[in-house]
């Protein structure tokens, strides 16, 4: 990617370029083939845009509570010519969302890095945005059984803890077990790269 020119609000993580592939793989079996996809903490963008280039069929709307980054959000959108994602919608979880219904939601290496009410929150508010089957799709390091997966995902989440004792990588059956309070279903459990974990679910 040739470096941004005056006045491109564009950011780029490398994590992002390196998990994209690996997620679209996994996006490409379980969305719709069209309708409305809501992404929560877009980040910079640069999942969005991949997402929607690979398939155009589905409408994006990225989301994002950080204003700055909704500007690097808007600058990639901008530098792809996209028609099929709209402007990135400020939305935090915890508060009223901007959306009223969706056909997916996806949300990227947010729950560990936000408190444990960020998810219950998550779950609630796609509880209501989703219609029956619509899928929810959550990406990122979990503990699973009690334990984690991998060496550097423990001290991962000793980090994570120590910036903020709120923070920290989330056993995946908590999650599963509240998101069956609202409505969801595991459909699959995808083990990813770098010791990460797609987790699809379905309103039911």
């Not at 490409?28 to 877009?42: F, Y």
């Not at 600058?75 to 402007?87: D, E, K």
Request: some cysteine.
């Amino acid at each position: 990617m040739p470096s941004n020119p005056p006045g491109d609000a564009r950011r780029s993580a490398p994590a992002a370029d390196r998990n994209k592939g690996p997620i679209l793989d996994v996006l490409a079996r379980v969305l719709p083939a069209t309708g409305d996809v809501c992404e929560i903490a877009s980040g910079t963008g640069q999942h969005v845009v991949h997402f929607a280039a690979a398939l155009p069929r589905l409408t994006w709307h990225p989301t994002e509570p950080d204003a700055r980054l909704r500007a690097s959000i808007a600058g990639w959108i901008a530098y792809t010519g996209l028609a099929n994602v709209r402007p990135p919608l400020d939305l935090d979880v915890g508060e009223e969302w901007p959306v009223a219904r969706a056909d997916a939601i996806l949300c990227i290496n947010m729950i560990h890095i936000a408190p444990w009410a960020a998810t219950l929150h998550l779950l609630q508010g796609a509880s209501r945005v989703l219609a029956s089957d619509g899928v929810l799709y959550l990406y990122g390091p979990y503990r699973r059984f009690g334990a984690h997966t991998a060496p550097s995902n423990e001290a991962f989440d000793a980090d994570l803890r120590a910036t903020n004792p709120e923070w920290g990588v989330r056993d995946m059956e908590a999650v599963v077990d509240v998101a069956a309070e609202y409505g969801f279903a595991v459909a699959e459990i995808v083990p990813m790269p770098a010791n990460n974990f797609s987790l699809v679910l379905r309103r039911i």
